[in-house]
Each structure stands twice: as structure tokens, then as C-alpha cells.
């Protein structure tokens, strides 16, 4: 870096002596675009980049409730069985268990629910479950009663009529709901059989903790973030009321609130520009997934201020005698390949791998705008890496981990083995009869008889990692409590198994083979505990063969 220093330097002096005025004017014309199209791009890619952020979480909420209100029609026989208590009790104990195994592995749920329609069962039936913030918790509340409010009453009762009346999944507008005593948002589906209503499900979403993360959103210190609809109404921000327009605030917001409500999609424009209380200001958009629209702004003065910045030096540069102009660009020269130079050690480190590396603080010009724009590049990096990592480690059929997550616990406990501080078991499990109910009543039914086996191996083993490593096969790493208690695990796996097997649909009859091994001193690695419990593993699928 010294050498372009040097190179920097002589070429400065050639230029300020030479050229002062003329490039002078042309270098303002050119940075000042420059930069102000720079700094534009960061706000709007950081109102693009959290959105992309709130439509991830928005996405996961979407896709549980849809896969379970698949999952519970599919389990309904027909609408009139619900009539019938026990039938009833029975589906909604099931019902329950499932959402709460969706509810647990997914983002930003504050409640969750099924409500039988009224018109099947007169009596309040259904159930929902709130979660207490402090604990991390779902506990169940008393359901509402449908039957003693209006439809139109959207404070208690818009999340059962709204997806009713459209036949379809919908996301509510923010509403005050004073049975949950949360200002939230929904997202509900109704449920059919045969082409016959009979309830909905739904996931509520705290819209307080959604407008807080919002809240903190900008990389300007005038930036300010807020949520409305696509027609302009304000959901939330900071400085206006909600339930008003945007175009109420200023006029100059009526192209914006155009672009919002007709294309449905992002203007290619960077930004807008507007006036507020006197102030000027420039303003982005993005769309979420649930008809909201995040909306980004920050104080054109703010934006534009490294542009300001380099104005007054370049006019104070033109004005200077030859000898302050070399210590001008000396000491310029050095402040910009400073952080030049910590940029590219940073960069070097991503490149790397390492995503936590330590940037220059940025200033009000290019190599600012420059280490500002790594910043978001990184965090999206970061964020795009994560999300890389849970599908490269899930499986797709059952949501668990997969064999290549196993195969990163593997590498940990043979660590832990060559440091003697090892202690864990390994439980090996096979799922019998899934070629024959492949084969007699097709691979659906096999998925089906698959997650049902698997579903009833996480509700045992729930605080223990479970891996599908094969088609048919699954392994339980059993440490600390679980370790200790394995023998009671699974003698209450094979009771709750055996359970199932009074069921009438093969698919529900869970039958799995299982054998355990721990790690013992002698052990040298992992393969050593897993053959032991694959071994045991055919020796009871043996004997279940004899008994069943």
C-alpha cells in the first residue's frame, strides 16, 4: 500500500498544479453523482434486505399452517365424525400435537389455533395455545366462543370469519385482539373435507415484536422504518399516526402509494423524494409476503452529506498553495488507503470463510460508502449462508436433520473421544413395513407412515438431535439427561408404539426397530458405538419379527 500511496500522492500534485479548476469542477460533477446514486443504492438495498428478512419468517409461518391444514384434512374421515365426542377429542389431541411440533420449529409464532365451525358442533370446540415470552412456552387458553360475537367484529373474531368467507388462506391487517391482549397479525386457512367447511386453523404473529425489529432498521441516523399497506394506510412509524395515509403526511407520497398498489412489485426507481414537516427527505419501498409494505427514509441532508463533504474540500484544495496541497494529499492519501487496506484484510477473511470480521469505521465519502456497502453485502452473505445450512441439513420429507448434519455431529464426538470427554449414546432405528405399505397402498401413504414413525420418535426423544440418515433409517445422538435416562425413553417409544398398533390404517401402526450402544472407554471412534447399535438393531428387528 505504501507505493500507491507514493503513485497517489505525485499524481495529486500534478494534477491540483495543473489542472486545479478544470477537473476540480468536472471531479464534483462526476462524485456528486456518484455518490449520491451510492448512497440511494444502500437505502434501498437495505429496506430490499430486510424485507427479505421479515418475508423469510413470514414464509416459514405460510408454509407450517399450510402443511398442517394439508395433514389435518387428510386425517378427517368425513366432517360428520366430528359430531361424534370421542371422535372429536381424539382428532383434536392429534391435531394438537402436530401443530406444536410446527409451532416449536418455526420463527416469530405468538399463538396458534384450531376452531371447529360452530355449524358442525354447537359446543365450543377446538383449541389455542399462547406463548408466555418469559418461559418461551405455549400454554393453553380457554377458545373463543364464535357464537357470541358479530362477524363484522374484527377485535375478536376476524381470524375465523375473514379466511371462511374467502375460501382461501389470508393475512389479516393488524388488529387489537382483546382475547389475546395483543395488538397481532393472522395467518389463517380454512379447513375443508369433501368440499365442506369445518373450521380454521391459524398462526397469530405479535405485530409489537414485528414494528420493534422494524423499528431499528437503517444505516443513517435520520433513517426511519415503517410498515403500511400497499395502499398507503400506516400500520406503523414512528412519526405518523396509525390507520392514516401516507398522502395525508405530504402530497409528494401520492407516486409512491401509485407504485405500491399497481405493479404489486418494487419500482426500479432507487428512490423518492418528498417533503415532511419542512424537511426533505428520500424514501424506498419493499413488499412482504403478506401484503405489507416496509417503507425506508432517511434526510436527503444525511444522504447527501459525503457529497457536501467533498465539495468543500475540493474547493478548499483549488484555493491552496502548492505546499499545502502535498500535505492535503498526503494526509487524504493515507486516510483513504487506510481503510483500503483494512477493507482488503477484511476481504481476505470472507473470502476465507470467516464472516465476523472487523470493518473500518466508515466516513462521509467513497471508501465510506464503499465499507458501508461491504457491510450489508456481508450480513446478507451471512444471512444467505445460514439459510444455505438449514436446507443442506434437513431433511425435506420429515424436517429433521440429515446425514450430512450427522456427519458434522460425528466429527464432533470423535473429537470429543480424542479428548476423553466423551459420553453419549447412539440409538439406531429402522422403520419396518414401509416397502409393503409402498408397495399396497403407495409411496404417499409410505411418506405418511415415514413422518408418523418419525413424529412419534421426536415426541420421545425431544431433547435429543434426531438424524434421518437413510430411506428407512434413523439415528437418535443421546447426551446428558437422555443419555442417563435412555432405558425409560425407550420403554415409553415401544409402549407409545404399541399404542398405535390398535389403529385400523397401516400407516398409522408404528413399528420400528431400535437397538442403543454407548460410548464406552475402549472406543477409539464413533463408528465403533454406531456398528454396536446398528447390530442391536437387527437383533430386535428379529424379534419383532418372531412377536409380530
Not at 252 to 260: C, I, N
Not at 264 to 271: A, F, L, S
Not at 346 to 359: F, I, K, P, S, Y
Amino acid at each position: 500500500m505504501n507505493s500507491i500511496s507514493k503513485k497517489f500522492t505525485a499524481l495529486n500534485l500534478i494534477c491540483i498544479l495543473l489542472f486545479a479548476f478544470l477537473f476540480g469542477g468536472v471531479g464534483f460533477w462526476f462524485i456528486s453523482n456518484s455518490e449520491t446514486k451510492a448512497s440511494e443504492q444502500i437505502l434501498k438495498l437495505t429496506c430490499r434486505q430486510e424485507a427479505n428478512s421479515l418475508n423469510q419468517k413470514l414464509h416459514g409461518i405460510q408454509s407450517a399452517i399450510n402443511v398442517f391444514s394439508e395433514i389435518a384434512e387428510d386425517r378427517l374421515a368425513l366432517t360428520e365424525i366430528l359430531k361424534s365426542e370421542a371422535t372429536r377429542a381424539g382428532y383434536l389431541r392429534e391435531m394438537e400435537k402436530l401443530m406444536a411440533g410446527f409451532a416449536r420449529n418455526t420463527t416469530g409464532v405468538g399463538a396458534y389455533y384450531l376452531r371447529i365451525d360452530p355449524d358442525i358442533i354447537r359446543e365450543n370446540e377446538g383449541f389455542l395455545y399462547t406463548k408466555d415470552r418469559t418461559r418461551n412456552v405455549f400454554e393453553k387458553c380457554p377458545i373463543t366462543d364464535i357464537l357470541q360475537y358479530n362477524p363484522a367484529d374484527t377485535e375478536h373474531i376476524s381470524w375465523y370469519h375473514q379466511p371462511k368467507f374467502a375460501k382461501s388462506p389470508v393475512w389479516t391487517e393488524p388488529y387489537y385482539n382483546d382475547n389475546l391482549n395483543m395488538y397481532i397479525i393472522t395467518y389463517a386457512v380454512p379447513l375443508y373435507k369433501n368440499d365442506v367447511f369445518f373450521g380454521v386453523a391459524g398462526i397469530d404473529v405479535d405485530f409489537n415484536a414485528m414494528a420493534n425489529d422494524v423499528s431499528v432498521i437503517s444505516p443513517y441516523k435520520t433513517g426511519i422504518t415503517g410498515l403500511v399497506s400497499e395502499l398507503g394506510k400506516v400500520y406503523y412509524h414512528p412519526e405518523l399516526e396509525n390507520g392514516t395515509l401516507l398522502t395525508v403526511y405530504s402530497p409528494e407520497l401520492e407516486p409512491v402509494v401509485r407504485a405500491m398498489k399497481s405493479s404489486g412489485q418494487e419500482d426500479y426507481r432507487d428512490t423518492y423524494d418528498y417533503s415532511y414537516k419542512g424537511i426533505k427527505k428520500k424514501l424506498s419501498f419493499s413488499h412482504l409476503q403478506n401484503g405489507m409494505v416496509l417503507i425506508h427514509s432517511a434526510e436527503t441532508s444525511e444522504i447527501n452529506a459525503s457529497r457536501n463533504t467533498l465539495l468543500k474540500i475540493i474547493l478548499l484544495t483549488a484555493g491552496v498553495l502548492a505546499v499545502l496541497a502535498m500535505v492535503i494529499t498526503v494526509v487524504v492519501s493515507g486516510r483513504i488507503t487506510r481503510p483500503l487496506k483494512k477493507l482488503a484484510e477484511a476481504a481476505d477473511q470472507v473470502a476465507a470463510g470467516n464472516m465476523d470480521v472487523e470493518l473500518p469505521e466508515p466516513g462521509n465519502d467513497e471508501v465510506g460508502t464503499l465499507i458501508r456497502s461491504f457491510a450489508v453485502t456481508v450480513k446478507s452473505l451471512k444471512k444467505y449462508i445460514s439459510g444455505m445450512q438449514y436446507v443442506a441439513y434437513s431433511d425435506p420429507l420429515t424436517h429433521v436433520k440429515n446425514k450430512a448434519a450427522y456427519e458434522v455431529a460425528r466429527e464432533r464426538l470423535e473429537k470429543d473421544m480424542r479428548g476423553g470427554t466423551a459420553e453419549y449414546g447412539i440409538l439406531m432405528l429402522d422403520v419396518n413395513n414401509l416397502k409393503k405399505i409402498n408397495d399396497n397402498y403407495g409411496h404417499e401413504r409410505g411418506d405418511e407412515y415415514l413422518i408418523n414413525c418419525c413424529q412419534m420418535i421426536c415426541r420421545v426423544f425431544q431433547h435429543s438431535p434426531v438424524y434421518r440418515i437413510g430411506g428407512d433409517e434413523f439415528v437418535v445422538l443421546l447426551e446428558k439427561n437422555d443419555y442417563h435416562d435412555a432405558e425409560n425413553l425407550i420403554k415409553r417409544f415401544n409402549s407409545d408404539m404399541e399404542k398405535t398398533w390398535e389403529e385400523n390404517e397401516p400407516w398409522k401402526q408404528v413399528s420400528v426397530s431400535k437397538g442403543l450402544a454407548v460410548c464406552l472407554p475402549s472406543d477409539s471412534a464413533p463408528e465403533e458405538v454406531f456398528k454396536r447399535a446398528d447390530q442391536a438393531m437387527y437383533e430386535d428387528k428379529r424379534k419383532m419379527k418372531v412377536t409380530r
